[in-house]
């Protein structure tokens, strides 16, 4: 019986960095066979990104890398080689889809624009992915999505007001730019099926961001207000705000919309005098008390671990949950619950945990069938097994330096 | 099927139950052509009392958040907590092929909706839960905000000033993650049920859309045993040694830049000390810095201290627009922290036509929005709508659509159904 959302799809995949090797993540983790295409004179700046196996930096030890390309075959070309080309052109005809994200003009230059692929293969399906999307002013500006979260506003609105904008840590428009480059190719896939019809999608990372930011936008386009940071001030919650707890930079963030999560935060303080005030009694009052609020909580929970506190207010039913480190995620018995973690076994990095997906899917679950591959792994399986080269083409590619 | 209004997702019809925690997923299955109906209680959904409102007037019909996330969907009220209700709410089942919804686990089958009760009435429905943490498992019943998702999926504790404590996005993001994770994991099942016939429960979890969004940030204490933290305007991560300032205040704003290693950044970190030394702003050692083999992993905080002086001095002397200017002419990473005003006059979205109007007769103009961040070249025509008012395609879809009499609509009315 069928187990898997994408047995039988065909995946080309020429990403690099995080947006669009996020997107084929999702195709790769539901059962698309998807050949990885690489240059190792022109490494993905993530393979040479930390954190590595044992602290060393290597080709095939990038721990950050191995999360992102698990599933997947990988070949590695040398694209200035005249005879990669047309091997390129043969995974094409394979092909269903082809992602890429390059700077735009990139694939133009190799000959694999979208025309020349659909010539190839006419109903492929092809993204291109790229900070500002292949056309306008920006197209070819240069840049990382650290750069691109401030451009989409996100950092002028993180932090505190009377401070400089705090950095989001990554990239945080790729977030948005790998959902909806994998929204796009399976609605475009949908529309294959019922029409025969494939098609090039043009995403912009910025824009993908800004979809995340509808609502404040549209504020200034109707009412004119410019959107500030103000720390974690809610306009109706309060308390809500992180709060210090026991040790060495731990945190609990607490949030109150109502009068029961009042009540239930006062009695699990042991209703100290201050809470029976007038000064906190509404949420009128609390909004104009806050400062004082928050101290008052603050003394509360630095008496106790985030857990503590997390677990005493759920059980008075109020929103609790504390500010997970890295190590306590990879302890949360949620996830644990959830498998969200995956154990590998890498040839180079060895035995690790790497993550899966955010979502269940009871009846086509994602699986793990192979670890990320080391640079040129799957050269021989991908043109004898899956082109079906023959021998001595295989033999003569390898001796003229098609694969580095 | 209509010509006029095909869009990629048109065959499939989509019930949206959600609130403010996952009208987002709906929203972007809408904007591809699905035809998608909110479903809200009497009185319309708790996300319309979410602000801003349209000329600053709270009211349902003028929520910002509600009309960002519900542009091109139909809207009928329904109360499901009554017998009633839901079954009109069954017969609406029988031709859906997506239910979404983001009650808390367990509500849908206590009314007696759950997956299972929605299999009888159509075999093959795709249920998509969104939850803070799951259908299922030790936190499933905890009660969430978005703040404290941002906090249990970990970003909380990599964002902030070290001083202060750990912040969210002040336009909060956990929710919104939480429901786009929902679309792909939507869009998967549906593919899968068109090739298998089979539908399924799709469970997703906001707490870990939340932990995707951190890259390799939980990998540093999977690999190295290191937790890392907030560093307010600098960016940790790529030198163990030191952060790097990438928030720097400029003539009027700030802007984003950070020095960095590889070909990539040789490239503009030249670019830089070039445009420096034209107006006599780049001291010696950064003109004689040899930017091809200049390691990140062993630079020291002492170096980038150096650097800040002079970059720091230059920045302040210049505008965001005239240092981005020169960026995009030199090819230098180097960007505007925007505003939303900023964001506004980009004529970047103008050329894409990012920007769509949509008219909004009952608030006496248009209404701009956002548009889809992909141009596809297969032109579709897809038939845009502004938001739905309360109750606004009741008669459309239970008059119309369901077969209902004017006597039994008065009727349920009356009886507050709908």
């Keep these: 019986m069928r187990t898997e959302v994408f047995s039988g799809l065909k995946v080309l995949d020429f990403s690099w960095a995080i947006a669009a090797p996020w997107t084929v993540k999702y195709l790769a983790d539901h059962g698309a066979t998807v050949i990885h295409v690489e240059s190792a004179s022109h490494v993905d700046i993530i393979r040479a990104g930390p954190p590595f196996k044992d602290g060393k930096p290597g080709i095939d030890s990038s721990v950050y890398w191995v999360n992102y390309h698990c599933n997947k075959y990988g070949l590695s070309l040398n694209l200035k080689h005249p005879r990669s080309l047309g091997l390129i052109k043969k995974l094409i005809s394979w092909a269903d889809v082809v992602v890429e994200n390059f700077a735009p003009g990139v694939m133009q230059r190799w000959g694999l624009s979208y025309e020349e692929v659909k010539k190839v293969k006419p109903d492929i399906i092809m993204l291109s992915s790229s900070q500002f999307g292949q056309i306008g002013p920006l197209a070819t500006m240069p840049g990382t999505g650290v750069q691109l979260t401030s451009y989409a506003g996100f950092n002028y609105l993180t932090g505190w007001e009377d401070r400089d904008p705090c950095v989001l840590y990554g990239g945080y428009t790729d977030c948005s730019a790998a959902r909806f480059g994998a929204v796009a190719i399976i609605a475009a896939l949908l529309h294959r099926r019922r029409t025969g019809k494939g098609m090039h999608i043009d995403l912009s990372q910025y824009e993908a961001g800004l979809n995340l930011l509808s609502p404040v936008l549209m504020d200034y386009q109707v009412n004119g207000r410019i959107a500030v940071r103000k720390g974690n001030y809610h306009p109706f919650a309060a308390p809500h705000g992180i709060y210090a707890c026991q040790g060495d930079d731990n945190w609990c963030a607490i949030a109150v919309f109502s009068e029961a999560q009042w009540k239930g935060l006062c009695s699990t303080m042991g209703n100290p005098e201050w809470s029976r005030g007038n000064k906190f009694s509404t949420l009128p009052e609390r909004k104009n008390n806050e400062d004082e609020l928050d101290r008052l909580i603050s003394e509360w929970t630095i008496t106790l671990t985030a857990e503590e506190v997390m677990y005493k207010l759920q059980e008075s039913g109020v929103p609790a949950g504390v500010v997970q480190k890295s190590e306590g995620l990879y302890n949360d018995p949620q996830l644990k619950h959830r498998g969200y973690f995956w154990e590998v076994d890498h040839p180079v990095i060895g035995r690790h945990l790497l993550e899966s997906q955010a979502f269940q899917l009871p009846k086509s679950p994602r699986k793990l069938k192979m670890p990320s591959p080391r640079m040129g792994e799957h050269n021989e399986y991908v043109c004898r097994e899956i082109l079906k080269l023959p021998d001595e083409e295989f033999v003569e590619l390898l001796n003229e330096g098609v694969f580095e | ?418």
């Design chain 2, 1 to 418: 099927m209509d010509k006029e209004t095909e869009g990629l997702l048109s065959p499939y019809r989509v019930l949206d139950l959600t609130d403010e925690r996952g009208l987002f997923c709906a929203k972007v299955l809408a904007d591809l052509g699905a035809d998608v109906t909110k479903v809200e209680p009497p009185g319309g959904c708790t996300a319309r009392k979410i602000g801003p409102f349209h000329k600053n007037i709270p009211h349902p019909e003028k929520s910002l958040f509600w009309l960002a996330y519900n542009a091109n969907k139909r809207g009928v009220t329904l109360n499901l907590e009554c017998e009633n209700g839901r079954e009109i709410f069954r017969k609406l089942v029988t031709t859906a092929d997506v239910v979404v919804e983001s009650f808390p686990p367990g509500y849908m089958k206590d009314l007696g909706l759950g997956y299972d009760d929605l299999c009888r009435i159509k075999s093959d429905i795709v249920l998509t839960s969104i939850s803070p943490f799951g259908q299922d498992g030790p936190y499933c019943h905890f009660q969430a905000s978005d703040l404290t998702c941002w906090s249990m999926g970990g970003f909380a504790y990599l964002t902030g000033d070290l001083d202060r404590p750990p912040v969210q996005i002040s336009f909060p993001q956990a929710y919104l993650n939480g429901a786009h994770e929902a679309a792909v994991a939507t869009l998967l099942a549906l593919y899968y049920r068109d090739v298998s016939g089979e539908g399924q429960h799709v469970d997703v979890s906001i707490q870990a859309s939340v932990i995707k969004d951190m890259m390799n940030a939980p990998l540093f204490w999977e690999a190295d045993g290191v937790n890392l933290g907030r560093a307010g305007p600098f960016r940790i991560g790529l030198s163990l040694s030191t952060g790097q300032r990438v928030i720097w205040k400029c003539k009027d704003g700030e802007i984003a830049f950070f020095i960095w290693g590889g070909k990539a950044g040789a490239r503009t970190n030249r670019a830089l000390v070039a445009y420096m030394d034209e107006e006599g702003m780049a001291p010696t050692f950064m003109k004689e810095m040899d930017w091809e083999n200049f390691d990140m992993a062993t630079a020291t905080e002492e170096l980038f201290n150096r650097f800040s002086e002079y970059l720091g001095r230059f920045f302040l002397a210049h505008t965001k627009e005239e240092l981005f200017r020169e960026a995009a002419k030199r090819k230098m990473t180097l960007y505007p922290v925007q505003t939303v005003a900023d964001i506004a006059a980009d004529q970047q979205l103008k050329e894409r036509d990012f920007w769509e109007d949509l008219e909004h007769p009952e608030l006496g103009q248009q209404v701009i929005y956002p548009h889809l961040p992909f141009i596809l070249s297969e032109k579709l025509a897809i038939k845009k709508r502004r938001p739905p008012l309360i109750g606004e395609h009741n008669e459309e879809v239970y008059l119309g659509e369901l077969g209902l009499s004017k006597e039994e609509m008065t009727k349920l009315n009356e009886l507050g159904i709908i």
